[in-house]
């Protein structure tokens, strides 16, 4: 079972990455920008956003201090959201991310605009 992750296509940043429990309420606290507590008693410093093909997100965050490896699945952006989104941009603001707030503006990612820090997008760009 403790097959070794090489060097591939995965890296090593999949390896030993666990799920954090109760997503619902790390992804909340997450949105808001709130200091967040590792299942190990330790702060959760985001490392990296993946954005998947799906269009959902994954976040990457380590324990500051046991140095666990979490990970945090975002799900890609709802009917409302992506409406909103359309509007704001309609309206002549860049979009931004109606999870993150205006402070974090939507990037484009091939023909959709996504969050940066969420990895989820949020519907067609432009
Ligand atoms: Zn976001």
Redesign the pocket.
């Known amino acids: 079972m403790a097959r070794k992750s090489g060097e591939g296509e995965n890296g090593d940043q999949r390896a030993g990455v666990m799920p954090l429990p109760d997503p619902e309420e790390y992804r909340e606290a997450y ?1 808001a920008g709130r200091v967040m507590t590792s299942p190990m008693g330790g702060r959760l410093d985001p490392l990296t956003v993946r954005m998947e093909d799906d269009g959902s997100g994954t976040v990457i965050f380590e324990c500051s201090s046991s140095s666990l490896r979490y990970e945090l699945s975002i799900p890609t952006g709802t009917r409302t959201e992506r409406r909103k989104v359309k509007e704001v941009r309609e309206s002549g603001i860049d979009p931004y ?1 109606p ?2 707030g205006e402070d ?1 503006r939507l990037v484009r990612v091939d023909r959709d605009v996504a ?1 940066p ?2 990895g ?1 997008r949020f519907g067609r760009a432009g």
Do not use: K, L, S, V
Request: glycine share 0%; charged share 10%; net charge positive.
């Open positions: 949105y991310c999870r993150h974090t969050c820090q969420c989820a």
